[in-house]
């Protein structure tokens, strides 16, 4: 297994970016594109629209915050492969100097 | 159902800005696909094993809910923004309908019932009356035709909002899309154009952003398309220069200065820069927002680098024209210069005829000649025939409306590939352009005439006749005296060849692009306006090479 754990973390946190900017984009865009039908009366295909723009964007609110997870698991892994290679490192360091004595 | 009043108090206004809102989110959400597809990519690159397949498959699986949002978005405006353009469409009829009414004379209730109100003096007269019964008949007939327009409208809004795929319906495969495609032999441009066609617009979307190299390049899919996929391939490849040239000069800083490995490294940093700098120049005039709109049609870095790049949207112009560069081409020997030729081209052709629109595109495609020794090699011209055929035929599948008027332009080396082309299958095209030509590219007893019946055999017969073959050569092109050489086929500039010799000037071998007679000329021929093309008529032995 190979593992550049700065880059890795550098990804995790723009991956983690991506999921906060569509969650905080798509809930500021909520209103306005729910409202913008209005003034249609009699119309069944606003009814239909507004159900689909409320359902549109809890999906894509609930997609923005699968993907900040994934941002914050990929980085959590790589931290976790850090701290295993440091005490591995650190078992080595001290194997060594038991040897050394 | 959308009754009287309701269809005049209707405000299609808002419809169309819930379209735009829903349509911009759909774009910045294609976006954000990207961004997370490309972090599952890099990712890939630094991380291996079992965690990280997995997480780059979450990321991929992410990318593809975002692309499925963004479609679902694009369909909202597409439902929204037809509807409102009905709903408009239907409260005009209804309003003109409501003036009639007036003239009748009669009115309309809040209900849309019609009712005549005839002056005393019409009712002694049956002719008047009649007129009046018909005129309420009308009215009556037009607020109908306006209320079922709306309906209708209505309808098939509703029906398409209803079958909008959700962010969470189950992803579309875009390998399963992948393995439609038709391959080998069957996949002839008209075969590609049927298969995207037959795609979901989610597996389209799927296979651009998941698959750009598959379908960039692809003859018989949308010029929108391809540049959507390419543009991705483009800046992968920026980004790997980047990363590339800080890993160099990272590893320079470590290096003895004077050691070969520096020299080396040296080397190597200076093309990559230039390659980085003829990156970003390209992307640029993809992105320059004061020039005509560009479409990169292919992207294909490997070795000299291929790349097809359209001014203006061939699929939508009234004029396209290909312009197949020659010798040394590769996307970083001199494309640069061809962008600027396109970019030319394209607004002389709008400037000779502004109520047409002309697309123009550089084909730089094959593996062209890298100097002028190997450019008496034939098998440059022969070994890009075939695609340079399913390129134009792709352009003929892909088009909208009405067929665009083709031509086909080769300069230098260019003539020669383009002209063997054409003399090997029928291309499709208008007209054929050979500027600056060291020969047709056909055999050497070929002329302007024998392209007419290529195809013939297949009962696909090209048509191409000879008033529609052109030459040029301005005065001061050195390519004159080696003109004809057996390898590359006849000079088509001679007399006996019988093509139609255009007006070039003083252009020099590189520069006709800078030459006002032969870009006059030129957009003429590209805009049909044969008449007025200035036929040159100096004979072959005039033209002038420097005497001293």
Known sequence: ?101 | MVDYAELKNADPERLTRAAEKAGRVGRDLDQFAEDVLKQGRALGGTWTGKDADAAVQELTRHGRDYTQAHVAYLGVEKAMGTLGQKVTAAKKILDAAEDYAATVPATIDADGRVTAHPPPEARKSDGWMASISQGVKTVAAELQRALDMANAADTEAASALAGLEMPDAPDADPLTALGTMPTGDKATPAAIKKWWDSLSENERELLKNEYPDKVGALDGVPAVDRDDANRILLDERRNGVDEQIKGIEDELTRTPADSPAADYMREKLEKLKQEKDNLDNLRQRLDDPNKKEAFLLKFDPADDGRVILAVGNPDKADNVLTHVPGTGGGFNDGFREDIRRADIEQRDAEAADPSKSTSAIVWQDYDAPGDLLSAGDPSYADDAADDLRDFQHGLRETHEGEPSRNTLLGHSYGSTTVGNAAENANLKIDDLVLVASPGSGQGLGGDAGDFADVGADKGDRSGLTKDHVWAARGNADIIAPISGVPQLGPDPMEDGYGARTFESGTASHTSYWDDDHFRRNLSRIVTGRHDDVQEDVAPIDQIGLPTN
């Open chain 1, 1 to 101: 297994m190979e593992l550049d754990i700065p880059k890795v973390k550098g990804i995790a946190a723009k991956v983690g970016k991506v999921g906060d900017e569509v969650g905080e984009y798509v809930a500021r865009a909520r209103g306005d594109i729910e409202q913008a039908g209005d003034g249609n009366v009699g119309f069944a295909s606003v009814k239909t629209y507004k159900d689909v723009a409320v359902r549109l964007n809890e999906q894509t609110v609930k997609l923005a915050e699968r993907t900040s997870t994934s941002g914050e698991s990929i980085a959590t892994a790589a931290a976790n492969h850090d701290y295993t290679d440091s005490a591995q490192a650190l078992k080595l360091h001290t194997a060594g100097a038991d040897m050394a004595v």
